[in-house]
């Protein structure tokens, strides 16, 4: 059993699997925390990030998700397509954002083949955008669930 306060600062990925007894706080300071099994006894706080969450229903794809923590209102999101996962890329469509620094996102986008096939090689990414970060506050690539 673990007990104490977990962390994460970077950008790499850490996966836990398994069911943890760990029984601290968790802070996620950037990069990505992936859990397969349970993680039921620590609160999970995300550092000035996003999470987002996508469903396929025939060829719209829909997302739905929360920001937090932004140092300047967000103004903007889109759904983009890059070459691979971690490739930045051109607009497919747009998302509804709160002007907050705090807030919801939300939209959908009709994939043609091309779009879906990229999906499903975690090339479709999400990116909201604030005043102080026109290019892009944060950006995370949908990866679908096994």
């Not at 990505?32 to 229903?57: E, K, P, Q, W």
């Not at 497919?92 to 779009?115: E, M, R, Y």
């Amino acid at each position: 059993m673990l007990i104490g306060v977990a962390g994460m600062v970077g950008t790499g990925k850490t996966t836990l699997s398994g069911n943890s007894d760990y029984s601290g706080p968790t802070n996620i300071s950037n990069g990505t925390l992936a859990v397969t099994g349970s993680f039921i006894n620590s609160n999970i706080t995300v550092d000035r990030g996003a999470n987002a969450s996508a469903t396929l229903d025939g060829s719209t794809l829909k997302i739905t998700g929360n920001f937090s923590k932004f140092t300047s209102p967000a103004t903007g999101g889109s759904v983009r397509i890059g070459l691979a996962k971690g490739v930045p890329g051109d607009a497919i469509g747009t998302l509804t954002v709160d002007h907050a620094t705090s807030g919801h996102f939300s939209g959908s986008v009709k994939l043609n083949s091309s779009q879906a096939a990229a999906l499903s090689k975690q090339a479709i990414y999400v990116r909201i955008d604030s005043e102080k970060a026109p290019d892009g506050n944060v950006q995370g690539w949908l990866e679908g669930t096994r």
